[in-house]
Every structure is written in C-alpha cells, then in structure tokens.
C-alpha cells in the first residue's frame, strides 16, 4: 500500500495520490480544497485532448453554468446535461451519452469530465470506460457524499434489474477534483447524505475519527473543517482500495450498511418516499451493527454510540416495517453473495471490522425488524 499525501494546505487546497498496486503501477491523484476546479484541472492539460465534454445533470448545471462552462477550451467542446436523480443511473441514460459521444466524434483521445453527483460520476464514469473500450475521464464530484466516497477507488456503473450498481467495471479517473465551493448549494438532505460514507469510513478503519467526528456538530461545520473531514475520510478510503482494488478481499470492508443498505433504498425507490443513498446507508449500518451485536461481535453500548453520532448527523435511523419483504428479497441478489449466502461486513468494535461473515437467517431477520419498524 503507498499513500503520499502532499499536502498544500497553506495554499488551500491537498493533493493525495491514490496509488494502485497494478501492473504497471498507476496514481490517481486526488484534490481537495474550495475552488480548485481550475487547479486541479490546469495539471492535466486538457487543451491536449481532442474534444472535452462535461457531463453534468439540470441541478448542479443550474446552479453552476459558468464554472462548468469555464472548464471547457474549444467551440466543438460539449456540455451533456442529463436528469438528476436515481433513475437517470441507467441504461438509457449510458445509450444517450453513448450516442452522443460518437455523434461528436469523440476519439480514444477525448475526454469526459463527471461534473455531479454519485449518479453522475458513477454513470459516466461506466460510459466513458466503455466507450471505444475506454477513453480518459475527470470526476468532479459536487456532493459530499460524491466527494468522499463515490468518485473515488474506480466503480462504475449503473442499475439494472431492480439491484444498485450491478452493470459496472473498475476503471480509473485521470484524477478526481473536489472542489468544496460546490458543496454551497447542495440542499440540506442531500448534504447530510453525504455524512454516511464519512461515519462509515471512521466505523471500519478508524475509531480515532470516529471519536473526532462525535466533538463536532456534523451540521454546522466550517467549509475547513468539512476538508479536514474529507481528507481524513479518503485516507481511509485510498487506504483500503489501494490494497486491493478489483474488491477482492479487504475492500469488502467499504460495504459496511450496504447489503442492507441498497436493498433499502432501491425498496424505498419504488415507494412514495425514497431515500437518499447516504440515507439508506445510515439506516443499513444501525442494521449491521445491530447483527454484529446480536452475531456476539459489538458490543451493545458501542451499537448505541453508532446510532447516537447517525441520529447527531441528523440521518434516519429507521424504515417503515412495510419495507422488509423488498429488502429480503434485494439483499438476495446483493453482488457480494457466493452461492446465495450474505456475505456480511460486521463491526468487532468500532474502528475494527470483519467481512465475508455468514449470519444464521433468525438473527439477520432480527437486524432487520430492529430498524424496519
Ligand atoms: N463505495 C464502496 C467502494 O468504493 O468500494
């Protein structure tokens, strides 16, 4: 594992470099800081491209016209605008950009530039790793959530079938931006979303951070404050795919709240109220942690410490019991089952997880009742 943090706090902004243990060995670096988009984008010469295009979805592109036009360097350059929400992640929406894609004559010498959120990264990230079997592509994540968990370590992809992310590949960005500035117009929910994957990383690798993030108000923090939280949050990350990028082993960890949690949202989804990602990943990790106390692994006074420092961040703890057939039925078909068992990621102790557990069918059906009320 090699992670060389190059930190340049004092002019505003830290590069980390995600380094992979691939043959060759390829970097990725990382930038963090508020209003660095020209920055972090100026190292990669992007005038050497053939074409540039940025895609991005109505919301962030109403809110930021000119800093995503700003990027862009010739008149043929485009910006592909697709809707916001979980159900732009799709096929169609791969067909759209696909199509676009050729229609302009992008090249393998061309580049495309994720300006967004998760959906957006995820799923252009995926179109642009398959288009020509692989061209160059930017994340510039514009969530918290996208920030510190989805841009980064190389998942792509898109739903299908009902099931979160099951068409995808592991490919790489040029580099990943994280430009704080656009965290300004983010709505409150989708902000606290983001909170999640933070408390996921101090969960399983970190009980250090975990005690920080519990003397801070996660609600009312400076845009400093929140890039130390950032930094900090893809150390851990970088951390962890660096060991093992294709997920074939310790990465397991980074699902902890995920089994429960995607089937959880993509249940939700279907109803009247659907939760946000980071949402379903809260009320996922009170249920992992409830199976990790019931599997004998946590004890019951750190499982309440976790649902307290969910309930401080302002994050649901619970589902509607109406749910749990969805559920039961999506965590089947969770990617991480072998030979349809539930491959489980449980807590040990805060800052100290297991994965590839198997759990007796009582005590999962127990975690799930526990939070599906
Ligand atoms: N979001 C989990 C991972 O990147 O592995």
Redesign the pocket.
């Known amino acids: 594992m090699a992670l060389d943090v190059n930190s340049a706090a004092g002019n505003g902004y830290s590069i980390k470099r995600l380094k992979l243990n691939q043959k060759p060995p390829s970097d990725v670096p990382i930038y963090i800081g508020r209003g660095i988009v020209h920055r972090g984008l100026q190292d990669f010469s992007l005038q050497s491209y053939t074409r540039r295009a940025i895609l991005t979805d109505k919301n962030v592109f109403r809110h930021w016209p000119e800093k995503l036009s700003a990027i862009l360097c010739d008149k043929d350059d485009l910006i592909i605008v697709i809707p916001p929400g979980e159900n732009a992640k799709c096929l169609e929406t791969l067909h759209n950009i696909w199509a676009v894609l050729l229609n302009y004559k992008f090249d393998r010498k061309s580049i495309l530039i994720n300006a967004g959120g998760g959906i957006v990264c995820d799923t252009g990230a995926f179109a642009a790793a398959t288009y020509m079997r692989g061209i160059p592509f930017i994340q510039l994540p514009t969530t918290l959530l996208s920030q510190t968990?989805?841009a980064?370590?190389?998942?792509t992809g898109v739903n299908f079938g009902g099931l979160k992310n099951i068409i995808g590949v592991f490919a790489q960005p040029v580099a990943v931006v994280c430009d704080t500035e656009f965290l300004s117009t983010l709505p409150a929910r989708e902000y606290r979303s983001g909170f999640a994957?933070i408390i996921k990383h101090s969960l399983i690798a970190d009980a250090g951070m975990f005690r920080k993030l519990n003397t801070v108000d996660l609600n009312k923090l400076k845009e400093t404050e929140i890039q130390k939280i950032l930094i900090k949050s893809c150390e851990i990350?970088c951390k962890?795919?660096s060991s093992d990028f294709t997920?074939k082993g310790s990465?397991k960890l980074?699902?902890f709240g995920?089994t429960v949690g995607h089937a959880l949202e993509m249940a939700s989804g279907k109803t009247a109220n659907p939760l946000l990602h980071g949402e379903a990943v809260a009320i996922g990790m009170i249920a992992e942690a409830k199976l990790s106390t019931l599997a004998g692994l946590l004890s019951r006074d750190e499982l309440t410490k976790i649902e307290k420092i969910i309930a401080s961040a302002q994050l649901p703890l619970r589902a509607p019991r109406r749910l749990l057939s969805g559920v039961m039925a999506g965590m089947e078909q969770d990617k991480k089952n072998e030979r349809k068992k539930i491959k489980w990621v449980l807590l040990k102790s805060i800052g100290n997880a297991i994965f590839d557990s198997e759990q007796p069918k009582q005590l999962i059906k127990e975690a799930l009742e526990y939070v599906l009320r």
């Open positions: 968990d989805a980064i370590g190389g998942k994957e990350k962890i795919v997920e990465r980074l699902n995920h």
